[in-house]
């Protein structure tokens, strides 16, 4: 999977000028099937940044002449899926990747989405593509009442000709605030015009299609089988005032400060990002962040240039309606203000000239001040103009830091066990049920009831959700599955911890990123193992450790004395 070659300059009702982007887009391999074609790695980045190229055609070289006809047969399905793909698509938020049994797992860059399609979910004889991108004009998007906004971004998933026998799990960011003043409706396309609900929160039954859920830090997780485009969109509940999270972004450029606001999600910020650079827009600070409430209350903006630390001048007020940025695509519009003598003087110096000014920014709803947006800038127009502006890499999202390039971090043995293991119902509950609800926090158990294997998928959404290892066993212990927990624990060659009387000794216990150094789990219960006491054992996870942090780590866990109570518990810290 090593080379990319153009071939026209159109595709469908597409277009993209000269020089006018630099796209990029990603086509990801899992190398762990047997039929797919070598690479030296798994993710290959295909970028054109010298002209704007609409269609692309990518070969897969093998040094084996028998994977000559899956070359083609990748190459002919690739530009059936470029014709195919809705007029004005931007393959800057495109990712396509291999797919066969094996599953696969793909994600566009800077916009915390994700794709997760576990093995087995496709019954193909052959090497198949699938791709995921997102969906950014107005008539691709859900029709809204006044009442409704958009929480998500619009992302399809196809080909449509792609049949899963499995659900997958798709990722994404929204907006809200979460409280039970929402009505969440999941909206789904499979044809790109005619959008229908399929679920809404809280109302699920047995015939509900999709699985959604929310988790921490603004992401959420549907789980599906069917191929299309999918959007969260959110009204208030009767009588109540539901909120959304809103940002503001500063840019500097030809003496004129540029205010832009859009929803609080990657794939925002990214696409924002991008129209500035492109018109040599300067990002001056990192975005802040505000919260509207649906009061229909309109937002006001003030915006005062810092003469000195006791006086101001106002540049600029603007009202603007509440449904600009409930109902509207806010993200479209730009407030512009200009700054007097930023500009230097081209034939001599200009004594009037700021190369550096501050400014104070309040962005707020009338009637409801706790929430609103203060925040003072300082701008250095010199500096900026020599340098990119506000460094956006450390902004963007790092949720897939860590993402493992293999569908699932479980081998099939152990999820097979694990599912042997917890499928058969309880008198006690704690079966999968009980796992679902203390693990993932899972309310709604019937779509995972209505399953061959309800611990399969729930394996499946805590892979996609990258949840650790260690919070998995501390999970089945708390619900008295230690039988479960040691299938992990012996999978992952884990050095047991041993009770000497009422005092603890460890044997090498070494937790950096995921768990390492451990040796097959005795048949003993982890509630035995790690028993409750003062000191409230538990597993716990660290960030990655430094060569030096290992050395020490693994130094300090090495056989202690139970008689010796000053180290003991100097360890334990």
């Known amino acids: 999977l090593s080379n990319c070659i153009p071939t026209t300059n159109t595709c469908g009702g597409c277009h993209i000028e000269k020089n006018d982007y630099p796209f990029y887009y990603s086509i990801q391999q899992d190398t762990n099937s047997t039929r797919s074609c070598a690479s030296h790695n798994n993710t290959i980045s295909l970028t054109n940044s010298d ?76 090497d198949h593509l699938i791709y995921v991108a997102l969906l950014t004009t107005e008539n691709q998007m859900p029709t809204l009442t006044t009442n409704q906004t958009r929480l998500s971004p619009v992302i399809l998933i196809g080909p449509s000709d792609i049949t899963l026998v499995k659900p997958a ?60 485009a999918y959007a969260l969109i959110g009204e208030s509940i009767l009588n109540q005032q539901a909120s959304k999270y809103i940002q503001m972004a500063c840019f500097y450029g030809q003496s004129a400060l540029r205010l832009r606001f859009f929803d609080k ?42 003469l000195s630390t006791m006086s101001r001048i106002n540049i600029g007020y603007k009202e603007i309606p509440f449904a600009s940025f409930w109902t509207n695509r806010i993200e479209r519009s730009c407030f512009i203000f200009l700054i007097p003598n930023l500009q230097p003087n081209q034939t001599g110096p200009d004594k009037n000239f700021m190369e550096q000014f501050t400014i104070h920014v309040d962005v707020y709803q009338p009637n409801i001040f706790t929430n ?24 963007r999202p790092h949720h897939f830091s860590k993402t493992s390039e293999k569908p699932s971090r479980l081998p099939t043995v152990i999820r097979q066990k694990l599912c042997q293991i917890l499928d058969p119902p309880t008198t006690l509950g704690n079966d999968w049920r009980m796992f679902a609800s203390n693990l993932l926090g899972i309310s709604y158990l019937q779509y995972f009831a209505t399953k061959t294997s309800p611990t399969e998928h729930l394996l499946t959404l805590w892979d996609a959700r990258q949840e650790s290892f260690v919070n998995m066993i501390n999970v ?76 020490a780590l693994f130094k300090s866990s090495i056989l202690l004395s139970p008689d010796d109570n000053e180290e003991f518990e100097d360890n334990i810290e």
């Open 51 to 126: 002209v704007g190229v609409e269609r692309e055609r990518f070969h897969l070289f093998n040094d084996s002449p028998t994977n000559f006809s899956n070359q083609n047969h990748l190459n002919f399905v690739y530009e059936r899926i470029l014709q195919s793909l809705p007029a004005h698509t931007d393959l800057r938020y495109f990712a396509v990747s291999i797919l066969n049994n094996t599953g696969c797992q793909l994600k566009i860059p800077h916009t915390g989405i994700k794709l997760t399609i576990p093995e087995d979910a496709v019954l193909l004889d052959e």
């Open 169 to 228: 799990v798709l990722s994404f960011e929204h907006t809200a605030v979460l409280d039970s003043a929402w009505k969440y409706n999941l909206m789904f396309c499979d044809d790109s015009q005619h959008w229908r609900c399929i679920l809404t929160y809280g109302q699920e039954n047995i015939s509900t299609p999709v699985h959604l859920q929310f988790a921490h830090e603004q992401q959420a997780f549907i789980l599906f089988e069917n191929i299309g």
């Open 265 to 306: 999600t990657s794939d925002a910020f990214e696409h924002c990002l991008n129209e500035e650079t492109a018109m040599k827009n300067f990002l001056c600070d990192q975005p802040k962040q505000f919260i509207l409430h649906d009061n229909q209350d309109q937002i006001c903006m003030n915006v005062d240039l810092e």
């Open 372 to 395: 609103a947006l203060h925040t003072r800038l300082l701008i250095n127009t010199h500096n900026l103009q020599y340098t990119s502006g506000w460094d956006a890499t450390s902004m």
């Open 476 to 551: 089945l212990n708390q619900i008295g599955r230690s039988d479960a927990a040691c299938v992990i624990i012996a999978h992952m060659n884990i050095t047991r911890a041993f009770t000497v009387g009422d005092r603890h000794r460890f044997e090498n216990i070494y937790i950096g990123w995921g768990l390492k150094n451990f040796n097959e789990c005795s048949q003993a219960g982890m509630i035995n193992i790690f028993p409750q006491n003062e000191y409230k054992f538990d597993l716990i996870e660290r960030d990655d450790p430094t060569i030096e942090e290992e050395n």
